[in-house]
């Protein structure tokens, strides 16, 4: 007869050797490996790839006037027309200028006569002293020549003042470009009457040479923008590329629109013009900005920034110094290279924890 012996498994056999071996030590299970976690990475990026990085505007010339006259009057005459180039000081237009040239006539005509009464007086102070010196005069009517001759160089003062003021009402007759540009509007013509009170305008001028940006910047990607900034545009429609650089901003946000207004030099604008409607991508930073990742990657205890990064098959820890620049996106300006692998959300990882990258 045969008997069917039982059968260990490897485990049992392997527990069995173990409690048999000698010197009776208790039997142990092995140790169990660890496993390596699974986690998103994602390069630094050099730009936002988001429609919140893209903000709207017009363009406009840096300088632009309506000129108007300095007094009512009569237009004589307009030396320019719409589309016409002018440097700086150039006549644009001419008023009626025959009150202002005898007022002026009237006005030399009272500085010559101020000046002849205070030679006189001068005179007579002078003939004065000499009679009081020999004490022939009083006191008193020593004092009144002297009066008299204080009293004729203030009225020569005031001629004088006369005289500037209708050369200066001559003068403003001429109206000159106050910057050098292109005329624009052309509004009122020879025989036209024109008031100081309502302001009536006479012509308009740009300096279209000298272009700038006035852009409404979405509030939340406001940090991310800095003076001297270089950011990339085109012209809506068309599509015509130029490059600006941020001028300044401003320090506070419409409460209607929730934008920031940012003001750009246009640096590049081969056949821009003014108010022509812009886009304009804050998505890539100046040179030394720095590079992109999504919020999720960043950890703060409140002092230090810092972010998790695979090297060797583990988890390492990188302080960084970041910048929000909407609630997906922070800018990392210092403390990683841009060819990271940056785990996205690394939750409770733990620096020195085996992980594995996801494929994509």
């Known amino acids: 007869m045969h008997f069917r012996l039982p059968v260990l498994s490897l485990s049992a056999a392997a527990l069995l050797a173990v409690g048999c071996h000698r010197g009776g030590e208790k039997a142990a299970l092995p140790a169990v490996g660890s496993t390596a976690r699974a986690v998103r990475v994602t390069k630094p990026s050099s730009r936002i790839e988001t429609g919140l990085a893209r903000a709207t505007g017009a363009v406009r010339a840096r300088e632009d006037a309506v000129l108007s006259a300095k007094a009512t009057g009569q237009v004589r005459r307009v030396r320019v027309q719409v589309g016409d180039r002018v440097k700086a000081g150039a006549v644009l237009a001419e008023m009626d200028s025959v009150n202002a040239q005898l007022s002026l006539q009237n006005a030399k005509a009272m500085e010559r006569l101020a000046s002849a009464r205070l030679e006189e007086s001068n005179r007579e102070l ?70 100081l009170m309502p302001v009536s305008p006479i012509v308009a001028l740009a300096d279209v040479d000298h272009l700038e940006l006035k852009l409404a910047v979405p509030e939340a990607l406001e940090p991310a923008i800095g003076d001297g900034q270089v950011v990339q545009g085109e012209t809506t429609p068309g599509g015509r590329s130029f490059r600006a650089k941020v001028r300044v901003k401003s320090a506070v946000v419409d409460p209607a629109t929730r934008t920031v207004e940012v003001l750009a030099d246009v640096v590049s604008a081969d056949g821009l013009r003014p108010g022509t409607l812009v886009t304009v991508d804050f998505g890539r930073f100046a040179e030394g900005g720095g590079v992109f990742v999504p919020s999720t990657a960043l950890r703060t205890d409140g002092k230090t920034s810092w972010v998790y990064v695979i090297a060797n098959g583990k988890a390492e820890k990188r302080e960084v110094v970041a910048q929000q620049v909407h609630p997906g996106t922070v800018v990392v300006k210092q403390g990683l290279a841009a060819d990271a692998d940056v785990i996205v959300d690394p939750g409770s990882l733990e620096p020195g924890a085996a992980v594995v990258a996801l494929a994509d």
């Open 126 to 195: 002078e003939r004065a002293k000499q009679v009081f010196a020999g004490g022939a005069m009083p006191q008193s009517q020593m004092d009144q020549a002297g009066t008299g001759r204080e009293v004729a160089a203030a009225q020569l003062d005031q001629a004088r003042a006369g005289l500037k003021q209708a050369e200066q009402a001559v003068q403003d007759t001429m109206i000159l470009a106050p910057f050098a540009g292109v005329i624009t509007g052309k509004f009122r013509n020879a025989g036209d009457t024109v008031t």
